[in-house]
């Protein structure tokens, strides 16, 4: 292994030649000795040394502060002072104040020894870290996630680009604030603020999700539908030094999900609930219906007349028209809180919530009725139909909300038997 290379620089040359001796019998590589601060950058230039030594003040020449500062920044190289006039106040930064940074004149070899060692392991693992460092920002820049890091305050550390984008924030601008001046979350469904995020991760301690209707407000007003998770960060000892918040845009998962919900909810072809959606609702009006003593609802079951001899003259086409012209009517006759769903074909289901009496239902059926006889056009075809229509009411004391709807698509067929338009109540005395 090849030794370490050493610049001394050292405007006495008795002592310089003395410590390029003692370093050669330690073992290192005494390459040159400098007494200007002009020789020593073109010497560190041409021979890149692994550490320099340098006379913290130079006779006749600037201190040797700033040159320290000249190999530190452009050439990336540590440095050990010499001195032996401890002059805090002439040092920038209070370098001297650092451990291991200065070996105090006159030393033994084993003091020389020792710092010279210290110097180089200190930027054997600085390097290490700074490479650590700068791999696993490669790697946080690079995810396609957000993430924002904090300190045991909640004060940003670091954003990488994702969460610039995301959050219209440039890191320079962010740096230091507090971490809901930048990342303005609201609950989507109460509109509250979700505040002290990171602060609630590292005082438990523990990997926290964000909440699942988490809108992120960005810096120039825009919400976005965000989600993943607050770390606590610890340090080698496991302390909890500050939190990592990781997230990332979810509108297309949401979008997906939403559409997931209409695929299991709503028709396709009227985007009218469905049987699944009506029967949900139909048992929550019959829970209702049990709790409350003068509540009462009805479910009508409709069935277009005609609807073949149509759908076949016209084509499948006209026919998916139809529908959907006919569950706009529907929809247009009814009150904000009832549902109407398509059952499949041209079956159609209604429910009506908090009626009086029959009465109510009774009207509501005519509405429909007299609405749908209304002649509709529909690529350039006038088309008239009618609608067969079953009543069944809960006041007759149903135990299952289904048989509800079975017996008013018995009455239905009944309504259907007298001809077209028709619309009859369901009686426990109908028999087969």
């Known amino acids: 292994m090849n030794a370490p290379k050493i610049l001394v620089i050292e405007d006495k040359e008795i002592l310089a030649v003395d410590i390029r001796n003692s370093l050669n019998k330690l073992g290192y590589h005494v390459h040159k000795i400098a007494n200007s601060v002009k020789e020593a950058i073109q010497n560190i230039a041409e021979s890149k040394p692994n550490l320099v030594l340098i006379d913290i003040c130079l006779v006749g020449e600037i201190d040797g502060v700033p ?3 000249i190999i530190q920044d452009t050439f990336k190289i540590p440095v050990l002072y010499l001195t032996d006039c401890l002059d ?7 370098q001297l104040q650092e451990p291991f940074r200065y070996i105090a004149k006159p030393f033994t070899e084993k003091d020389l020894y020792n710092a010279v060692e210290m110097a180089l392991y200190k930027d054997k693992i600085q390097k290490q870290w700074q490479r650590e460092n700068q791999r696993l920002l490669t790697l946080i820049n690079s995810m396609g996630c957000a993430v924002v890091t ?4 909640a004060c940003i550390q670091m954003m990488n680009p994702v969460a610039e984008i995301l959050t219209g924030w440039e890191q320079k601008a962010a740096f230091g604030k507090y971490l809901g001046e930048v990342l303005n979350l609201v609950d989507k469904d109460t509109g509250e603020e979700i505040v002290h995020i990171a602060t609630q991760a590292m005082k438990a301690g523990v990997v926290l999700q964000l909440p699942e209707n988490c809108i992120l407000i960005t810096r120039n007003g825009r919400k976005i539908p965000i989600g993943d998770t607050v770390s606590p960060i610890r340090d080698n000892v496991g302390v909890i030094t500050g939190a990592v ?14 559409q997931l919900v209409r695929n299991a909810f709503y028709d396709g072809l009227t985007a009218l609930p469905n049987r699944v959606l009506f029967l949900d609702r139909l048992k929550q009006a019959s829970e209702r219906c049990k709790r ?4 009462h609802f009805a479910v009508l079951f409709l069935d277009l007349d005609s609807f073949k001899i149509i759908n076949d003259r016209f084509g499948h086409g006209m026919g998916d028209d139809l529908l959907v012209a006919i569950a706009r009517r529907l929809d247009s006759c009814l009150r904000s809180g009832d549902t109407v769903a398509r059952f499949g ?4 289901a209604v429910l009506l919530e908090d009626i009086k009496d029959v009465s109510d239902a009774i009207n509501i059926t005519k509405r429909i009725q007299e609405t749908l006889s209304l002649p509709l056009h529909l690529n350039g075809h006038e088309i008239s139909t009618t609608a067969s229509i079953g009543i069944a009411l809960s006041s007759n004391g149903y135990e299952e909300p289904t048989n509800l709807l079975r017996d008013a698509d ?3 067929y009944r309504a259907k038997g007298k001809g077209k338009g028709n619309y009859i109540v369901f009686d426990h005395n109908f028999t087969d």
Not at 150 to 153: L, P
Not at 245 to 258: L, M, P, S
Not at 345 to 348: I, K
């Open 88 to 94: 805090y106040k002439s040092l920038n930064k209070n």
């Open 245 to 258: 918040i990781v997230f990332q845009d979810i509108t297309e998962r949401k979008q997906k999900e939403a």
């Open 150 to 153: 904090t300190d045991i305050n």
């Open 67 to 69: 040159v320290v500062d």
């Open 345 to 348: 074909g041209d079956e159609f």
């Open 292 to 295: 409350r003593l003068n509540y």
């Open 410 to 412: 018995v009455a239905m």
